[in-house]
């Protein structure tokens, strides 16, 4: 089982700048994934980034260049710097992790971002 729990969501305005924080919890060890998808009102969950194990990453078309993930295994964090944020970034933003060797998905409870124009 793994635990995943998020900080960081807020308001802020168009143009700035929130860091959002997730931490692992349980049988760390064997997660492969982590990563962070949103959810907008009336919109289906999409992938935001990922980071593997090794620390190679996958962003969205749509925050590329803007978003940074990164990953500090000592302290079994993933981290989501979100800067030039625009509107359409509002959502609720999800912590995801992908456990081997079964392929488990285990999910946060979510926090909110909202960016007003």
């Known amino acids: 089982q793994v635990q995943l729990a998020e900080s960081g969501g807020g308001l802020v305005q168009a143009g700035g700048s929130l860091r959002l924080s997730c931490a692992a919890s349980?049988?760390?060890?064997?997660?492969?994934?982590m990563g962070w998808y949103r959810q907008a009102p009336g919109k289906q969950r999409e992938l935001v980034a990922s980071?593997?194990?090794?620390?190679?990453?996958n962003y969205a078309d749509s925050v590329k260049g803007r978003f940074t993930i990164s990953r500090d295994n000592a302290k079994n964090t993933v981290y989501l710097q979100m800067n030039s944020l625009k509107p359409e970034d509002t959502a609720v933003y999800y912590c995801?992790?992908?456990?081997?060797?079964?392929?488990?998905?285990?999910w946060g409870k979510g926090t909110l971002v909202t960016v007003s124009s």
């Open positions: 980071i593997t194990s090794g620390g190679n990453t």
């Open positions: 995801h992790a992908l456990q081997v060797p079964l392929h488990l998905n285990y």
């Open positions: 349980g049988s760390i060890f064997s997660i492969l994934i």
